[in-house]
């Protein structure tokens, strides 16, 4: 993973918007078991850049929460994490992983990660 977080030095003291994607993932219903790990994941690509990151995750599993950075949700049947980061100088990935703590069906969903990407502007 790349470090690309800086501080602000006294030469820039506000922040730009640069540009705002959407990462979107539709998973259809699956079954899994006890112990079992199933992952999911898209890549969309972005300028290269130095940028300041804000990102939030909704998923239509638990429409009433909405996540910043990373999402953690476990149950008594499963456990979930979504990670949203840039994987390399020009992509960022949302990455979905789902852990089986008792086997169980996980319905239909749709998980949405908006990454707002800033620069530092005097």
């Known amino acids: 993973m790349l470090l690309d977080r800086f501080l602000l030095n006294t030469d820039y003291d506000t922040q730009k918007e640069a540009t705002s994607i959407t990462l979107e993932l539709q998973i259809p219903e699956f079954k899994i078991n006890s112990g079992q790990e199933k992952y999911y994941e898209t890549t969309t690509q972005i300028a290269p850049g130095v940028y ?4 939030n995750i909704e998923t239509t599993l638990y429409p009433d929460y909405n996540f910043f950075g990373t999402a953690a949700i476990t149950t008594s049947s499963y456990a979930m ?34 990454v707002h990407l800033f620069v530092a502007t005097q």
Do not use: C, L, W
């Open 52 to 55: 300041f990151e804000n990102i």
């Open 81 to 114: 994490q979504v990670m949203v980061y840039r994987s390399d100088a020009t992509h960022f990935k949302m990455r979905i992983r789902f852990y089986g703590r008792n086997t169980t069906t996980i319905p239909t969903s749709t998980t949405k990660a908006a």
